[in-house]
C-alpha cells in the first residue's frame, strides 16, 4: 500500500508540473497575439494620419474627403496650401455627388436589363427599379411601354416579372404606367388582377379621368366587376352623364348586407338622381337607389329640389324628385314645398296649388308639430297664386302664415298679399285690404320707401274702382317716398326702437339666406352707428349669420364683443356651441357649456340636442349616454328633437337595453308625437329589424291617441320592411290601415306594396290590387313600367306564361312604356316556360318599341334555346351578337350553352366553346368545370376529365369545389370505375380547405348500389356519420361535425339491405345499432333524419 501510495503522489506531481508548463505556454501565445492586435492598430492608425496629411494637409487633391469646415488638423480653417474654396478645382456638393451616383445606378440598371433581354430564362432583376431607372432617364411613357413590349418579344420569360409589377405601381399610384402594364399582361393572355384593376379605377376617378374609369372597367368581364368597382363606374358615368350606363351598372348589383355601407355614395346619389331628374327617370331611378341603400342628407337635397325645379320648370319632374326624397328617408320640409310653390307657378297650375294649399292646412292641424308657413315659403305660394292668377288662395297663404307667426305677419308678406290681389284683379279686395292690414298696422309707409310697383299697383286699382281719395294718399305716399320724407298720411308706424330692430334683422336674414355676410355685416354696422339701443336679438342674429355663412373666427370675435357688452344669452351660447360642434371642436364646446353654466345660464333642451347629435354623428354610445343623464339630471326633459336624434344611434347590433332605454324616453315626451318622429321610430325599427317591437309600438300610440297621419313614403318604407321579412299579413294591414286614413299612395309606395305581394308569392293578389289603382282616376298615374314589370316577374316566377302575356298586352294596350328590364323578364319566362316560341315576336317588339337589348337579353335567350333543348339557335344568337360588335360573351352565356350541349351529349362543340372561351379572356369557373365533367364522364372519356379538372383549375387560380367532385364521382360511377370514385372522397377529407356535403356521400353511396357494392356503401354511410367500421380516410379537420346522407339516399339504402344477403342485413342491422347510440337516430327514422338536412332546414 505504502509503495502504490508514493507511485499516486508522484504521478499526480508530475501531472502538476506540467498543467502549469501548459498553462503558461497559453498565457505566452495570448499575450503575443494581443501584442499583434495592438501592432496592427497603431499601424492602421499611422497609415491615416499619413494619408490625412498628404491629401488633406498638401491640398494637391481636387477635392477634399472632408467635409467644407471641418477641423481636422485645423486644416480647413487653417487654410494650409491654400485659401478656402481655392485649389486645382471645385468641391461638388453632396447633392451633386448623390445625383451622379444615381445616374450611374440607373445606366447600370438600364446595362443589366438589356442584357436581360437576350437571354432565354427569366433574369434575378427588379423590375420595379428597372422602370425607375427609365423614368427617372427621361424616358416617356409610351417609349417605356414600347420597350417593354420589345423586351417581350425577345425573351416571353420577363412576363412572370411584369407580372408583379401592378401592385407595387399600386403602391407608388403611378396610374399612366399601370394603365400601360395591365394591359401589356392583357395582350399577353395573363388572367386580369382585379385588385390592380379596381385601384386604377379608383385613381383614375380620384384624377377625373371618367372616360378612362370606363375604359379599365369594359376591358373586364361583367361577372369579375366586384360592387365597389362598379359603384366607381357608376361614379364615373354620372359624372359623364350617362344614365343609361348607371342604370345598368345599379341593376347589376346585389343587395348590400343588412348593416353594411351603401356602396353608392351620398354625393354620387345626387348626382344621379339630378340626372334622373332631367331624363324624367326619377321613379325608375329611385327604385334602384333604393334598393342599394344610398342615404342622401337634408341640406344637399334641399339644394338640389331647388336648383333642379328652377332649371327644369317642370312640375311632373319637380314632384317625383319630392317623393323620391321621402322614398329615400329624406323627411319633406320646407324647401320641398318652397320648390313645389315655384314649381306649380312655373306651370299655372291653379289646381295643383290648391291641393299644395290643401295639403298644407291639413298638416296645420298637427300644431306645432306640422310645417310652419314661414315668410319664405308665404312669399313663394304668393308668387305662385300671383302666377295662376287666382287671388282668393292669397288669403289662405295669408291664413297659414298667420299660425306660423303667431297671428302677426310680417309687412313682406302683407305687400306681397295686396300685390297678388291688385295683379289678379281684385281691385276692391286689394284696396280693402291695403287700408285694414297695411294702414292699420302701420306698414304702408314704410313699404313705400321699398315697393313703387306696389303703390302704383293699387293707385291703378283705385283709380279703376273710383276711390279717388285712396288713390290721392297713395299719389302723395308715393311722391313722399321719393323725395325721402315719408309723412304720416297713410299710417306711418313711428320709428321706434324695436320696429328698426326687427326690421334689421329681417334684412341680416335676407343676406344671411343669401350667404352674403359682408353684406349682413353692413346692416349691422349701420344699425349700430344709428345709435339705436340693440339688444340681445339682433347681437344673436348677426352671431348667426357668422355661424350659418362658415365664418367661426368672426362669430368668435363678436361673441367676445356681446359678452364684453354683457349681451349673452342662451340662444347666442347655443348659436357658438352649434358652430363649434359641426366642426369637431368638441374642446371648444364642453369649454363654452361650462362658461355659461358659469355665467348662471341654465342649458335648454337646444344645447342638449346639439352636445347629443354631435355626439351620436361621432357613434360615441358612452357619450350619447352622459349628456343624457346629464340632461335628466338637470330637470330638461327630452323633446321629440332628442329622441329622434338618439333614434339614429341605434343600429342592427344595439343591445337591447338601449332600444329599451331610448322607447323610455320616446313615452316620456309631453308633447303630442310629430310626423318627423314617428318616422324616425319606423326607420329605427326597420334598421335594427325589430318589426315586432314597431308593431307593438304603433298599436300602443294608438290607443293612446298618439298616432299621427303618416305620409305615404313611409307607409311604403314599412310595407317593404314587412315584405322582406315575409310578413304578408302585416303588409295587408298597412295597406288597408293606410286606405282608412285617405292616404294616397304614390308610384313608389305602390311599387312597395306590389314587390312585397310578389316577393311572397302571391303575384295574382299584386295583379289584382295594380287593377284596382287602375280603376281610380286620381290613383292611375302611380302605375308605371316598374310596378307592372314586379308583377310580370311573380307571374314568370311561378310559371304561369300566360298570364305573364296577358299582363303584358294589358301593359301595351294601357300604354304603360316597356324598357329592357320589362322585357328581359318576358324572356326569362319564356325560357322557364319553355316557351321560347314567343321570344322573335317580344324581339320585335322591343325593336319597334326603340328598346335597346344588353347583355342580359342575349344571355336569357341563349339559356331558353338551351333549355328546350336547341342548342343550335343558341348558338346561331350567340354569334349575331358578336358579329353586332356592342356586346361580348360574358361566363353566364357559355355556362348556357355548355349547359345546352351536356343535356345533348355533344362533346366536341362543348370543347370548342371552352376553346372560344379562353380566347376571349374569359376564366372558367368551378361552375363551368362541373358541366364539362358531366359532359365527358357521359361520353366515357373519365381521364380527360380528372385531366381537365386539373388543369383548369391550376390554369385558373381556383379549388375545385364540391359540386365538382360530385360531378366527378358521378362520371366515375357512369365508367364503373368505383375504386377511383372512393380516392376522390380520400382526396378531398385530406384538403383542410374542401367542404364536403351530404349531397357528395349520397352520390358515392347510390353509385355503390348501382355497382351492386351494398357494404361498400354501408361503410360510405358510417363515414359520412363518422361511425368506426369503415376503410375510408378520416377527415383532416379536428373536431369536424359529421355531415350525414341525403334522407333519400338512406331510404333507398334500407330498402336495398332489408332484402339482401345475410352479411348484407347484419352489417345493416349493425350499422343501425352505431346509429342509435352515437349519432342519436336510427335508420328507419331516415325521412328528414340527415344531419345535412337538418342543417338547410
Known amino acids: 500500500p505504502v ?20 498553462a503558461a505556454m497559453l498565457v505566452a501565445d495570448a499575450a503575443v497575439e494581443a501584442a499583434s492586435l495592438v501592432w496592427m492598430e497603431l499601424a492602421m492608425f499611422a497609415a491615416a494620419a499619413l494619408i490625412y496629411a498628404l491629401f488633406v494637409g498638401g491640398g494637391g487633391v481636387p477635392f477634399s474627403f472632408f467635409p467644407l469646415g471641418a477641423a481636422a488638423g485645423g486644416g480647413a480653417k487653417a487654410g494650409r ?17 448623390g445625383k451622379h451616383s444615381a445616374q450611374e445606378d440607373h445606366k447600370r440598371l438600364m446595362a443589366e436589363w438589356e442584357q436581360a433581354k437576350g437571354l432565354q430564362e427569366a433574369p434575378q432583376l427588379d423590375l420595379m427599379k428597372v422602370l425607375d431607372a427609365m423614368q427617372k432617364l427621361a424616358k416617356s411613357t409610351a417609349d417605356i411601354a414600347a420597350e417593354l413590349r420589345s423586351a417581350l418579344a425577345a425573351n416571353p420569360a420577363l412576363l412572370a416579372g411584369i407580372a408583379t409589377l401592378p401592385s407595387a405601381l399600386l403602391r407608388d399610384d403611378s396610374v399612366e404606367m399601370l394603365d400601360v402594364i395591365l394591359c401589356i399582361l392583357e395582350e ?27 375604359k379599365t372597367a369594359a376591358r373586364l368581364p361583367s361577372e369579375a366587376l366586384t360592387p365597389r368597382m362598379r359603384a366607381i363606374v357608376i361614379a364615373a358615368a354620372t359624372h359623364r352623364g350617362c344614365l343609361d350606363e348607371v342604370l345598368r351598372h345599379l341593376q347589376q348589383m346585389a343587395v348590400p348586407a343588412e348593416g353594411a355601407k351603401s356602396p353608392i355614395a351620398s354625393n354620387v346619389a345626387l348626382q344621379i338622381l339630378s340626372l334622373a331628374a332631367r331624363a324624367q327617370r326619377t321613379a325608375e331611378t329611385t327604385h334602384e337607389l333604393q334598393r342599394m341603400r344610398a342615404c342622401i342628407d337634408a341640406k344637399s337635397f334641399d339644394d338640389l329640389l331647388t336648383a333642379e325645379s328652377r332649371r327644369l320648370k317642370c312640375l311632373t319632374a319637380c314632384r317625383e324628385l319630392l317623393d323620391a326624397g321621402v322614398a329615400m328617408g329624406v323627411p319633406r320640409g320646407l324647401s320641398a314645398y318652397h320648390s313645389m310653390a315655384r314649381a306649380l307657378g312655373q306651370a299655372a297650375d291653379s289646381e295643383g296649388l290648391r291641393s299644395l294649399l290643401q295639403e298644407l292646412e291639413a298638416d296645420a292641424k298637427n300644431g306645432p308639430t306640422g310645417i310652419a308657413v314661414s315668410e319664405p315659403l308665404a312669399l313663394a305660394l304668393l308668387e305662385a297664386t300671383r302666377a295662376v292668377r287666382d287671388g282668393n288662395l292669397a288669403f289662405h297663404v295669408l291664413d297659414l302664415h298667420r299660425l306660423a307667426c303667431a297671428g302677426a305677419p310680417g309687412g313682406k308678406v302683407l305687400c306681397a298679399v295686396c300685390g297678388t290681389l291688385a295683379a289678379c284683379d281684385l281691385d276692391d279686395d286689394a284696396c280693402d285690404f291695403y287700408e285694414k292690414e297695411l294702414v292699420a298696422k302701420g306698414v304702408s309707409s314704410d313699404w313705400a320707401l321699398r315697393s313703387s310697383v306696389l303703390t302704383s299697383a293699387l293707385i291703378q286699382s283705385a283709380t279703376k274702382i273710383g276711390r279717388t281719395e285712396l288713390a290721392q294718399r297713395l299719389s302723395e305716399l308715393a311722391s313722399a317716398a321719393k323725395s325721402g320724407s315719408v309723412g304720416s298720411s297713410g299710417g306711418s308706424a313711428g320709428s321706434g326702437s324695436s320696429s328698426e330692430i326687427q326690421r334689421h334683422v329681417a334684412m341680416i336674414k335676407a343676406h344671411t339666406r343669401e350667404r352674403d355676410l359682408n353684406s349682413a355685416a353692413g346692416v349691422f354696422s349701420k344699425l ?13 342674429c ?20 356681446m359678452k364684453r357688452l354683457n349681451c349673452v344669452d342662451v340662444v347666442g351660447y347655443n348659436t357658438l356651441l352649434k358652430a363649434f360642434l359641426s366642426r369637431g371642436c368638441t374642446e371648444k364646446a364642453r369649454d363654452l357649456v361650462k362658461e355659461m353654466n358659469a355665467r348662471g345660464l341654465q342649458a335648454n333642451k337646444v344645447t342638449y340636442n346639439e352636445l347629443l347629435h354631435a355626439k351620436v354623428v361621432a357613434k360615441d354610445r358612452h357619450g350619447v349616454w352622459e349628456h343624457v343623464s346629464e340632461m335628466q339630471a338637470a330637470g330638461v326633459r327630452p323633446n321629440s328633437v332628442t329622441c329622434s336624434i338618439l333614434l339614429k344611434l341605434l343600429a342592427a347590433n344595439s343591445t337591447p337595453s338601449e332600444v329599451h332605454r331610448v322607447i323610455e324616453l320616446i313615452e316620456q315626451i309631453e308633447e303630442p308625437l310629430d310626423e318627423v318622429l314617428f318616422s324616425s321610430i319606423i326607420e329605427a325599427c326597420i334598421r335594427i329589424k325589430q318589426l315586432d317591437q314597431l308593431s307593438n309600438l304603433m298599436r300602443r300610440f294608438r290607443q293612446q291617441g298618439s298616432f299621427v297621419k303618416l305620409p305615404a313614403p313611409t307607409y311604403g318604407s314599412m310595407i317593404k320592411a314587412y315584405g322582406q321579412a315575409g310578413d304578408v299579413a302585416r303588409v295587408n294591414e298597412l295597406w288597408q290601415e293606410m286606405e282608412e286614413h285617405c292616404v294616397k299612395p304614390t308610384a313608389i309606395t305602390l311599387g312597395c306594396m306590389v314587390e312585397a305581394l310578389v316577393t311572397n308569392g302571391h303575384a295574382q293578389e299584386a295583379w289584382d290590387l295594380v287593377h284596382k289603382q287602375l280603376e281610380n282616376e286620381e290613383r292611375r298615374g302611380c302605375i308605371n313600367t316598374v310596378i307592372y314589370s314586379t308583377v310580370l316577374k311573380g307571374f314568370a316566377v311561378t310559371r304561369q306564361i300566360e298570364k305573364v302575356f296577358v299582363a303584358y298586352e294589358e301593359m301595351r294596350a294601357k300604354d304603360i312604356p316597356c324598357n329592357t328590364i320589362t322585357y328581359n323578364t318576358l324572356l326569362d319566362a319564356c325560357a322557364k316556360c319553355n316557351a321560347m316560341s314567343r321570344a322573335s315576336k317580344l324581339l320585335e317588339d322591343m325593336a319597334a318599341s326603340c328598346v335597346e337589348p344588353d347583355i342580359i337579353t342575349y344571355s336569357t335567350i341563349v339559356k331558353g334555346y338551351c333549355v328546350e333543348g336547341d342548342v343550335d339557335r343558341a348558338f346561331k344568337v350567340l354569334e349575331d351578337m358578336k358579329s353586332d360588335d356592342k356586346f361580348s360573351p360574358d361566363e353566364i352565356m357559355y355556362n348556357s ?35 364539362l365533367v358531366k359532359i365527358l364522364g357521359h361520353a366515357r372519356r373519365l381521364g380527360q376529365a380528372f385531366r381537365m379538372v386539373e388543369d383548369l383549375s391550376k390554369e385558373n387560380g381556383f379549388r375545385p369545389n364540391v359540386q365538382v367532385y360530385t360531378c366527378l364521382v358521378q362520371a366515375c360511377v357512369l365508367n364503373k370505375k368505383l375504386e377511383r370514385a372512393l380516392s376522390l372522397h380520400d382526396t378531398m377529407v ?58 333519400r339516399t338512406l331510404e333507398e339504402l334500407v330498402g336495398r339491405l332489408q332484402h339482401g344477403s345475410k352479411a348484407e342485413q347484419e352489417a345493416l342491422t349493425q350499422l343501425n345499432a352505431d346509429l342509435l347510440e352515437l349519432r342519436g337516430f336510427r335508420l328507419a327514422d331516415a325521412q328528414g333524419a340527415s344531419m345535412g338536412a337538418r342543417r338547410r332546414g
Do not use: W
Not at 485649389?87 to 447633392?95: I, L, Q, V
Not at 388572367?191 to 379608383?202: C, F, K, Q
Not at 349700430?528 to 344673436?540: D, E, K
Open 188 to 214: 399577353h393572355g395573363q388572367e386580369a388582377d382585379i385588385a390592380a384593376h379596381a385601384g386604377l379605377m379608383a385613381a383614375q376617378l380620384r384624377r377625373r379621368d371618367y372616360v378612362g374609369v370606363a
Open 542 to 561: 348677426f352671431l348667426d349669420a357668422c355661424v350659418q355663412c362658415g365664418d367661426v373666427e368672426r362669430a368668435v370675435a363678436h361673441f367676445d364683443d
Open 990 to 1047: 385530406a384538403d383542410v380547405g374542401s367542404a364536403i356535403d351530404d349531397k357528395f356521400y349520397a352520390v358515392l353511396a347510390r353509385g355503390c348500389l348501382q355497382l351492386h357494392q351494398p357494404l361498400k356503401a354501408i361503410e360510405i354511410v358510417r363515414a359520412a356519420y363518422q361511425l368506426p367500421g369503415h376503410g375510408l380516410a378520416a377527415s383532416a379537420k379536428k373536431n369536424g361535425a359529421p355531415v350525414g346522407v341525403e334522407a
Open 528 to 540: 349700430q352707428a344709428s345709435g339705436v339701443p340693440l339688444t340681445c336679438v339682433i347681437y344673436n
Open 897 to 931: 350553352i355548355l349547359d345546352g350541349c351536356a343535356k345533348q351529349h355533344r362533346v366536341d362543340d362543348a370543347l370548342r366553346v371552352l376553346e372560344e372561351m379562353k380566347a376571349a379572356g374569359i376564366s372558367p369557373s368551378n361552375y363551368t368545370l362541373s358541366i
Open 3 to 22: 509503495a502504490c501510495y508514493r507511485q499516486v503522489h508522484i504521478s499526480f506531481h508530475e501531472f502538476s508540473q506540467m498543467a502549469i508548463f501548459h
Open 81 to 97: 496650401g491654400g485659401s478656402e474654396g481655392k485649389g486645382n478645382g471645385r468641391r461638388p456638393s453632396d447633392a451633386e455627388l
